[in-house]
């Protein structure tokens, strides 16, 4: 079946760069999301790209795809305090739409 | 983008009564989807949210344990029925919007004592 895998924990200092990074199994995948869950917060969608696609920058955020790698990483750029979360990667397996298939998320911490 | 609000936003139940959960979207949207997220672990779907038509679950999830309503494009509910400690986890609405991105609500966090 389809799955996500994330890395755990990532650890950077404030004003460094961050990457998070996510790999998955399914070719057919449509869309590939990350999410950032703070701490006693819902899911705050933090940008997605399409499978056609190789990168997406939005602000601090820059999203790379390797689809022949089955890929997907989050860089943030000038990493903040703030910017301390739980980050999920999310596919929509086979079509755009459908339910999602999570990672565990990866819980980074920035310090000061 | 879609906004989409739950009630409550958390509570605290006994084990064997029922909690349902609200789920609203500012705009009409296709797909709606039921997800639990137990501490500190990963999102699970639960079920699909159908309009005008039973739910679709996910294996290990069942109708009698989890019945779904959606009487409306905008509106969801979710019961959950009979509950044990074991139940305790958020519950985390969303839904799908034009452009086919997926939104999540605030969630409601269920503690069953």
């Known amino acids: 079946g389809e799955d996500v895998e994330q890395s755990l924990f990532l650890s950077v200092r404030e004003g460094d760069s961050s990457v998070i990074n996510c790999t998955y199994t399914?070719?057919?995948?449509?869309?590939l999301y990350w999410y950032k869950q703070e701490p006693g917060a819902g899911l705050q969608l933090l940008t997605y790209i399409f499978s056609n696609m190789d990168m997406k920058q939005d602000q601090r955020l820059t999203v790379l795809l390797n689809k022949k790698d089955k890929h997907l990483s989050l860089r943030i750029a000038d990493t903040q305090t703030g910017d301390s979360a739980i980050y999920f990667c999310a596919e929509t397996p086979n079509q755009a739409g459908t339910a999602l298939i999570f990672g565990k998320g990866t819980t980074l911490s920035v310090s000061s | 983008s879609a906004v989409i609000s739950q009630k409550p936003s958390r509570d605290i139940c006994q084990r064997g009564t029922s909690l349902t959960i609200q789920c609203q979207v500012d705009s009409q949207v296709t797909m709606m989807f039921w997800y639990r997220q137990q501490p500190g672990q990963s999102l699970t779907l639960i079920a699909t949210?159908?309009?005008?038509?039973?739910?679709?679950?996910e294996s290990g999830f069942v109708i009698d344990k989890f019945p779904i309503s959606r009487p409306n494009l905008t509106f969801s509910t979710l019961t959950v029925s009979n509950m044990s400690p074991e139940d305790s986890s958020i519950y985390l609405c969303s839904a799908t919007d034009s452009q086919e991105t997926q939104y999540f609500g605030p969630g409601t966090r269920l503690l069953v004592l």
């Open positions: 949210a159908n309009q005008g038509s039973e739910a679709t679950y």
């Open positions: 399914d070719s057919s995948s449509t869309y």
